[in-house]
């Protein structure tokens, strides 16, 4: 039963909120249209309605309406079902005159409940039947479309103006033709101007205008703020469009059936359109600037205060500075402020509340500077001087905040008295301890040392720079012995020659231990014949007996040595290929051959 209540009691509580939805009922229509031309006039409603009414309509013909659809969408946001339900009411109307015009509120039942649309604003425009023809025709030829069918204009507005002060540089695009698009664009370098952009739009905004009898197409491409930085003739060079034209082409009379699917009646032109170049006079500023002038142009305003004048010692103060109006904001220089000496002050936080507008920087720069007061007393900030140029009167404007004067009372634990105020021409560069009679002495041990003692020319000094030099000598002898040893390619190789054999020797130790018989005599070969080549500087392809045994007599090596050698070659190339023997007679030529190498490094003299 519990349940049930309770389940009512959501569901009344749910259509109440349905019936609290607010109702919207809107219009919407084509800002400008030409005399005899077919515009959709819409109405969109959240909910379902009935019987809607349009006003009189005397300067618009109705062909056709209303066309009724509905649609609905579902949106789920952190688990929150919501359905938005949309009516929409389309009739076809027809402008019969050229003027400005406004469409009254439309009328709708809601519930039982009269329910009115906003107005709707539309300009209508004398059309270019001739203009149209000439279009339609060049289409259908196939050319691109004239100078007076797409242009753009690069508009300042103002010609003449004060070094600093604001311009808008408008570029517009005019066309009778269909546009699909920007290829390229090429705009000039803006070097004696700094620039800002106004605020972005959602894409360009069409309306339509009629110039000189022809009716365009108008929409503004882009608008910057341009602030110039130096006085004289400027020139702004033309700006450079090219743009991607949309045309109708002429179809052959000779047309199979399959043309009219595999041809199409369009095709896309590249028109590249350039504007003309701007002079601007730039005027220099006057001579003559006033205390306090930090670069401001326009209409502006200076306000200081503190957030309070009754402090203790080591209470912090804030001061604010705000700069208000409109003029060239970010190129205005912090205000100069004389903080009483007393006092520790730091780096202001800046804060901007500005807006680019067509008259230059609109809102407001705030300066908000941290001051501690560290005695007490009464203290006083000078007057803070604002000046600034007003371009419109012509002349320099000046402003002052007044004196400001701040109370510090003693803090707690403060011994210092209130006689100890320092005077106004004192800085705080030059005063550490204000309003006490003795400053700090140091404490501690202090060595002194004899007038006239100096580190140049004592035994640190020379053993300094000793040191340093020994060393680098050491290194560099070194350095070069080990570029001479290295130069010497035989000599490394000498050197290394017994080594690499017994490395060699030791890879056939281990096939002696796992009795490879063919693999240890191989090593045996392959270790003597790598040792004599490095020690005779001999490359093996060029090694034999016969040379290896006349090299080894030329470097004085005995007979009985040179003979052993030559056995253990013998030997090893024999038992290669003869039955397997024992290890017993592998391990007694190894040691034969370790005791042979030895004596060779012994005997040859390279």
């Known amino acids: 039963m519990r349940l049930t209540i309770l389940s009512i009691v959501l569901f009344i509580t749910a259509c109440i909120s349905a019936n609290a939805q607010e109702i919207s009922f809107t219009a919407r229509a084509q800002s400008a249209v030409v005399v005899g031309d077919k515009f959709q006039l819409v109405y969109t409603l959240n909910k379902e309605g009935s019987d809607i009414r349009l006003p009189s309509l005397q300067d618009f013909q109705i062909l056709m309406g209303p066309s009724t659809t509905y649609s609905t969408s579902t949106s789920i946001i952190n688990g929150k079902v919501s359905r938005e339900t949309t009516y929409t009411y389309t009739f076809i109307l027809k402008a019969l005159k050229e003027g400005q015009f406004t469409i009254p509120s439309a009328t709708i039942k809601v519930d039982d409940e009269k329910v009115s649309s906003n107005a709707v604003s539309i300009k209508v425009v004398k059309g270019d039947a001739q203009a149209q023809q000439d279009n339609q025709s060049s289409a259908t030829a196939g050319s691109a479309p004239s100078d007076d069918d797409l242009f753009i204009t690069v508009t300042p507005s103002k010609k003449n103006l004060y070094q600093g002060e604001a311009m808008v540089l408008t570029t517009k695009i005019f066309t009778k033709v269909q546009l699909e698009g920007l290829s390229d664009i090429k705009q000039p370098e803006l070097a004696s101007f700094i620039t800002?952009?106004?605020?972005?739009?959602d894409g360009i905004k069409w309306t339509m205008e009629n110039i000189n009898g022809k009716t365009y197409n108008v929409g503004t491409y882009e608008q910057k703020l341009l602030f110039p930085q130096k006085s004289g003739k400027l020139t702004i060079e033309p700006t450079e469009i090219e743009f991607m034209v949309r045309q109708r082409v002429a179809r052959s009379r000779s047309r199979s059936i399959?043309?009219?699917?595999?041809?199409?009646?369009?095709?896309?032109?590249?028109?590249?359109?350039?504007?003309?170049?701007?002079?601007?006079?730039v005027k220099p500023l006057p001579s003559g600037r006033p205390a306090g002038y930090s670069g401001g142009v326009g209409q502006l305003s200076m306000q200081a205060s503190v957030n309070k004048n009754d402090v203790a010692v080591n209470d912090g103060i804030t001061l604010k500075v705000v700069i208000s109006g409109t003029g060239n904001h970010k190129f205005i220089e912090d205000p100069a402020i004389q903080f009483p000496a007393d006092f520790d002050d730091f780096d202001a936080k800046v804060s901007n509340s500005i807006s680019n507008t067509a008259r230059g920087m609109k809102g407001s720069k705030t300066y908000e500077y941290l001051m501690i007061p560290r005695h007490a007393g009464t203290f006083t900030i000078p007057s803070i001087q604002f000046a600034y140029f007003d371009p419109a009167k012509g002349q320099y404007q000046s402003m002052e905040s007044g004196p400001i004067s701040i109370n510090v009372a003693k803090g707690e634990g403060d011994e210092t008295s209130t006689s100890g105020v320092v005077r106004s021409n004192v800085t705080k560069e030059n005063v550490k301890f204000i309003g006490k009679d003795i400053r700090f002495i140091k404490t501690g041990k202090t060595q002194l040392k004899p007038t006239g003692t100096f580190f140049?020319?004592?035994?640190?000094?020379?053993?300094?720079?000793?040191?340093?030099?020994?060393?680098?000598?050491?290194?560099?002898?070194?350095?070069?012995?080990?570029?001479?040893?290295?130069?010497?390619?035989?000599?490394?190789?000498?050197?290394?020659?017994?080594?690499?054999?017994?490395?060699?020797?030791?890879?056939?130790?281990?096939?002696?231990?796992?009795?490879?018989?063919?693999?240890?005599?191989?090593?045996?070969?392959?270790?003597?014949?790598?040792?004599?080549?490095?020690?005779?500087?001999?490359?093996?392809?060029?090694?034999?007996?016969?040379n290896a045994g006349e090299l080894l007599q030329q470097s004085n090596v005995s007979d009985e040595v040179i003979s052993d050698m030559m056995?253990?070659?013998?030997?090893?190339?024999?038992?290669?290929?003869?039955?397997?023997?024992?290890?017993?007679?592998?391990?007694k030529l190894y040691k034969h051959t370790i005791a042979t190498i030895s004596q060779l490094e012994n005997q040859i003299k390279r």
């Open 196 to 201: 800002q952009t106004l605020k972005d739009q």
């Open 258 to 281: 399959f043309d009219d699917f595999f041809e199409s009646n369009y095709r896309t032109v590249k028109k590249r359109v350039k504007s003309k170049p701007i002079a601007i006079n």
């Open 456 to 546: 140049i020319g004592s035994l640190t000094y020379y053993l300094a720079l000793l040191i340093p030099l020994s060393l680098f000598v050491l290194l560099f002898i070194i350095n070069q012995k080990r570029l001479k040893e290295n130069a010497n390619a035989s000599l490394m190789k000498t050197k290394k020659a017994n080594k690499i054999a017994k490395k060699r020797l030791k890879k056939s130790a281990h096939f002696l231990k796992t009795g490879e018989k063919e693999a240890f005599y191989e090593e045996v070969l392959r270790a003597l014949w790598g040792y004599l080549s490095d020690k005779l500087t001999l490359p093996l392809s060029e090694l034999s007996k016969d």
């Open 567 to 587: 056995n253990i070659l013998d030997t090893c190339e024999f038992a290669r290929y003869a039955p397997a023997s024992g290890t017993g007679e592998m391990d």
